[in-house]
Antibody, heavy 123, light 107 residues
Framework: QVQLQESGPGLVKPSQTLSLTCTVS??????????WSWIRQPAGKGLEWIGR???????DYNPSLKSRVTISIDTSKNQFSLKLDSVTAADTAVYYC???????????????WGQGTLVTVSS | DIQMTQSPSSLSASLGDRVTITCRAS??????VSWYQQRPGKAPSLLIY???TLQSGVPSRFGGSGSGTDFTLTISGLQPEDFATYFC?????????FGQGTKLEIK
């Protein structure tokens, strides 16, 4: 059973870069056709899909964040990462990493999630 | 982007009740809808994908249906652990957008 765990600073200053890492255990990050994604959720609000990365480094970002987001993958460490530039208070949220798996009648769907990590943007 | 409009935003029900949550897509998306359950302080958990396929380990009291633009999640015989927030998500095209969520509370 694959497990995902987010790590990184819980507090980031405005205008700085938010950096998070997701460590995958119980399976290889290069296996099959899986993508690896990031999703965030402001307190008491809904879910926003940020983007995803494939094991070969191909990425796909939400256009609303595309100018500030970079998602990368380190297959040697079985990890993938999120960087979000020029953060503001509006970026305060719980950030989740997840595995996107292909299903024959559903295309790619997030089927395994990390527990989430709260990132607060404040001076 | 494809908009997913979920209703109701909140719902009160009793143990043993049958409830239905709906999700409408802003364009046709075949059966590319998933449903998630989120308990307080926890990550979302996949219940259903492909509009109607139950994820492994999910109780059979959960069911999904629909295609095109209109989708439903039905829970039959509510159990205490079912009181949570539910989200739909479309996987037809990127960005993979979510509905606003439905909070299911005990009456």
């Amino acid at each position: 059973q694959v497990q995902l765990q987010e790590s990184g600073p819980g507090l980031v200053k405005p205008s700085q870069t938010l950096s998070l890492t997701c460590t995958v255990s119980g399976g290889s990050i290069t296996s099959g056709t899986d993508y690896w994604s990031w999703i965030r959720q402001p307190a008491g609000k809904g879910l926003e899909w940020i983007g995803r990365v494939y094991s070969r480094g191909t990425t796909d970002y939400n256009p609303s964040l595309k100018s500030r987001v970079t998602i990368s993958i380190d297959t040697s460490k079985n990890q993938f990462s999120l960087k979000l530039d020029s953060v503001t208070a509006a970026d305060t949220a719980v950030y989740y990493c997840a595995r996107q798996r292909w299903f024959h009648n559903a295309d790619y769907t997030e089927d395994s999630w990390g527990q989430g990590t709260l990132v607060t943007v404040s001076s | 982007d494809i908009q997913m409009t979920q209703s109701p935003s909140s719902l009160s029900a009793s143990l043993g009740d049958r409830v239905t949550i709906t999700c409408r897509a802003s364009q046709t998306i075949s059966t590319y809808v998933s449903w998630y359950q989120q308990r307080p302080g926890k990550a979302p958990s996949l219940l259903i994908y492909g509009a109607s396929t139950l994820q492994s380990g999910v109780p059979s009291r959960f069911g999904g249906s629909g295609s095109g633009t209109d989708f439903t999640l039905t829970i039959s015989g509510l159990q205490p652990e079912d009181f949570a927030t539910y989200f739909c998500q479309q996987s037809y095209s990127s960005p993979y957008t979510f509905g606003q969520g439905t909070k299911l509370e005990i009456k």
